[in-house]
């Protein structure tokens, strides 16, 4: 049973993007079944976004599916700002990747945050991102 396997998994409150991260996939049936707040995109339908038809088209299908299940779109895996544009002005609403910050030391992350990410973009032509 999909809620027992989540529990003795650690998962106290459910999103998609932990589920397929887990197990590879994630179950459309899921999405209907569990309180989400978010519908992650996965980072290899983005890689191929701009060159890729039928990327774009599921990419698109999926943050449609999203908003209109009222989740938050989570693209993963943005690396070029051609990309956020796309994802943006499909309504998508938050973004992971290397276009924002790569991993970082925490102490390095602390120093980022504490000197502002709109002053300090972690990379060239980034800083109107924040």
Same mark, same amino acid.
């Given at each position: 049973m999909p809620e027992t396997w989540l529990s003795s998994? @650690?998962? &106290?409150s459910p999103d998609a993007s932990g589920i397929s991260?887990?197990?590879?996939?994630?179950?459309?049936?899921? %999405?209907?079944?569990?309180?989400?707040?978010?519908?992650k995109v996965d980072q290899s339908f983005i890689?191929?976004?701009?060159?890729?038809?039928d990327?774009?088209?599921?990419?698109?299908?999926?943050?449609?599916? @999203?908003? &209109?299940?009222?989740?938050?779109?989570?693209?993963?895996?943005?690396?070029?700002?051609?990309?956020?544009?796309? %994802?943006a002005s499909h309504g998508c609403a938050l973004f992971q990747g290397y276009l924002f910050g790569r991993p970082m030391p925490i102490g390095e992350l602390e120093?980022?945050?504490?000197?502002?990410p709109a002053s300090n973009p972690p990379f060239p032509g980034t800083r109107d991102l924040f």
């Open positions: 998994n @650690g998962a &106290t991260k887990r197990t590879g996939y994630a179950s459309l049936a899921y %999405l209907k079944r569990f309180p989400f707040e978010q519908l890689r191929d976004l701009e060159s890729d038809p990327h774009a088209a599921i990419v698109h299908a999926i943050i449609g599916m @999203g908003r &209109t299940l009222r989740l938050q779109g989570v693209a993963e895996g943005v690396e070029r700002s051609s990309q956020h544009q796309f %994802l120093h980022w945050l504490a000197t502002g």
